[in-house]
C-alpha cells in the first residue's frame, strides 16, 4: 500500500514538472527572457533586439530581467540552430533570409520548424544613381535596362537572394526586363556599396533607405525609387515604383519568433508582452531613429504573413535565374 501511495506521489510530482515545462500550468515566465540577435553587434537584427528589450523593459509587462545575446554566423543559421535548443523564455529576430535561405537550398530550417510569435518591423527598400550621373529616374532606368541588361552595374548586399537583390528582380521582372541578363555586384555591406557607388565602381545599388539616407541628404546620390506603398513622411521628395507605374511592394521585414512546441497559454503571453511594447513610446522612437516603419501582426496574422511570403519569394527566386 505505501508503494502505491509512493508511486501516485511521483506521478503527481511529475505531471506538475510537465505542465510547468510546457507552460499549461500558467506560469510563465519562470525565468529570464532572451532575445537572440543571430549576427554581429552593430547590425540590423541586433538593433531590432535591443529596441525589443529597452521597449520591454519600459513597458514593464515582464517581471523576468530581459537580456541580448548574439549568435552570428551562416546568414542566421548559427543563431537559429541555438533556439531550436532553448523553451520559450527565448526568441530569435528573423527576416527574408529564413524564407530565402531553404528555397535557395542553403539551410533546411523554415519559419515551419519554429513558433512564429510576431512581425515587428519594416525598412523600405530603394534604387538610387551617384548624383549626376545622368539617370533620373526608375522609369529611365528600366528603359536603358530593357534596351541593353548589361549596361548598368548594379551592386547589392549582403548576397544574391537577399532583399536588397531581389526587390530589383521584382522591378526588373515588372518592367520587362530578364532579370537573369542584369550585371549584379555583390558587397560585404551597405559601406561598402556606398564606397562603390561614390567611387564609380557600379552603376547603381539596391540598398535599404536607412543606408542610403546620409549620403541623399547631402546631395551625393540620387534616390530613384522606393519599394514602399506610398511616399514617407520623412522622405516626401522620394517617389515609389508604383507611383512610375512599376507594381512593386516589397518590405524588408524582421520579426521575432520562439523554438518549436510552444505552448498555447505561452503564445498567448508572448502575444500579449509583444503587442503592448510596440505601443511603448520607446519602440516608436527606436523605429523613428532608424528609419523603420510600425509592422506589428500577434502570432496568428505572423504565420499567415510567412506562408505568403513564402509563395512570394518562391516566384522570386526562381524568375532571378538562382533556382531551375
Given at each position: 500500500m505505501k508503494r502505491i501511495f509512493l508511486l501516485l506521489i511521483g506521478c503527481i510530482i511529475l505531471t506538475g514538472c510537465l505542465g510547468?515545462?510546457?507552460?499549461?500550468?500558467?506560469?510563465?515566465?519562470?525565468?529570464?527572457?532572451?532575445?537572440?540577435?543571430?549576427?554581429?553587434?552593430?547590425?540590423?537584427?541586433?538593433?531590432?533586439?535591443?529596441?525589443?528589450?529597452?521597449?520591454?523593459?519600459?513597458?514593464?509587462?515582464?517581471?523576468q530581467d530581459i537580456t541580448v545575446i548574439n549568435k552570428p554566423g551562416g546568414g542566421g543559421e548559427v543563431g537559429w540552430q541555438y533556439l531550436m535548443q532553448q523553451d520559450s523564455h527565448a526568441v530569435a529576430l528573423n527576416s527574408s533570409l529564413l524564407t530565402t535561405g531553404a528555397i535557395l537550398g542553403q539551410t533546411e530550417l523554415t519559419y515551419k520548424d519554429f513558433t512564429p510569435l510576431a512581425m515587428l518591423s519594416t525598412e523600405w527598400l530603394a534604387v538610387a544613381s551617384k548624383a549626376g550621373s545622368g539617370?533620373?529616374?526608375?522609369?529611365?532606368?528600366?528603359?536603358?535596362l530593357r534596351e541593353d541588361p548589361k549596361s548598368l552595374v548594379i551592386g547589392v548586399s549582403p548576397s544574391l537572394g537577399s532583399g536588397n537583390h531581389l526587390s530589383f528582380v521584382q522591378a526588373a521582372v515588372e518592367s520587362g526586363v530578364d532579370p537573369t541578363e542584369l550585371q549584379f555586384l555583390v558587397?560585404?555591406?551597405?559601406?561598402?556599396?556606398?564606397?562603390?557607388?561614390?567611387?564609380?565602381?557600379i552603376d547603381i545599388t539596391s540598398n535599404s533607405l536607412s543606408d542610403l539616407s546620409e549620403q541623399y541628404e547631402a546631395g551625393e546620390v540620387d534616390i530613384l525609387a522606393i519599394t514602399a506603398p506610398e511616399r514617407l513622411d520623412s522622405f516626401p521628395n522620394i517617389p515609389t515604383w508604383k507611383e512610375q507605374g512599376v507594381d512593386v511592394e516589397f518590405p524588408h521585414w524582421r520579426g521575432i519568433m520562439g523554438p518549436p512546441g510552444m505552448s498555447e497559454n505561452e503564445i498567448a503571453k508572448w502575444d500579449e508582452y509583444l503587442s503592448s511594447m510596440v505601443k511603448t513610446e520607446e519602440w516608436q522612437t527606436d523605429l523613428d531613429n532608424n528609419d523603420l516603419d510600425n509592422f506589428y501582426m500577434d502570432s496568428k496574422e505572423t504565420l499567415a504573413f510567412l506562408e505568403k511570403q513564402h509563395d512570394f519569394f518562391k516566384d522570386i527566386v526562381r524568375e532571378s535565374g538562382l533556382t531551375p
Open positions: 510547468k515545462a510546457s507552460g499549461d500550468s500558467g506560469a510563465f515566465p519562470v525565468k529570464n527572457i532572451e532575445i537572440i540577435a543571430p549576427a554581429s553587434p552593430g547590425g540590423g537584427w541586433d538593433r531590432t533586439a535591443r529596441s525589443a528589450q529597452r521597449a520591454m523593459n519600459a513597458d514593464g509587462s515582464v517581471d539617370i533620373d529616374d526608375a522609369n529611365q532606368l528600366m528603359d536603358q558587397y560585404s555591406s551597405g559601406g561598402d556599396i556606398m564606397n562603390a557607388l561614390l567611387g564609380g565602381h
